[in-house]
């Protein structure tokens, strides 16, 4: 996409939520809508938009953080009484291919982890939303 240098392109530097949105633009993929969160305790007042999200048929939610460096994609939403809430996620280092969802679950690849203790309250958060645009033409390689 031409925005990092030479040097980036067959490294193990990762990209953030910013630059996995910049990709799904440039690439024709799912569009994806980027919120900031500028501590990880204010994530508690995005549940709501996270849930319509989800309950609309949005796709997974890429999240970075900066003190929190591990990467994780939210994949739903649980909102209990009160402020109980729940996300369910999955840990994008996940490879292979699990004989059943039990698999997942048991090595902790995915599962669901309460809100007030799945993100560290100090680190601020990048969220990219994505959901499917069926306007968007797919780049032509020329």
């Not at 549940?47 to 048929?57: I, K, P």
């Not at 009160?82 to 995915?110: I, R």
Request: hydrophobic share 35%; charged share 20%.
């Amino acid at each position: 996409m031409g925005d990092k240098p030479p040097g980036f392109w067959g490294s193990r530097s990762w990209i953030g939520c910013v630059e996995a949105s910049l990709c799904l633009d440039h690439f024709g993929g799912p569009q994806g809508r980027l919120r900031h969160v500028p501590r990880g305790a204010g994530l508690q007042g995005e549940l709501e938009r996270l849930y319509s999200h989800f309950a609309g048929g949005g796709g997974p939610v890429m999240v970075g953080g900066d003190a929190d460096a591990r990467s994780k994609a939210l994949l739903g939403v649980c909102l209990g009484p009160g402020t109980e809430a729940y996300v369910l996620v999955l840990d994008p280092h996940c490879w292979g291919a699990p004989k059943n969802p039990s698999e997942l679950q048991a090595a902790g690849w995915v599962g669901w982890r309460e809100v007030s203790t799945a993100f560290d309250p100090n680190s601020f958060y990048n969220l990219c939303l994505t959901s499917c645009n069926s306007e968007k033409q797919l780049p032509t390689r020329d």
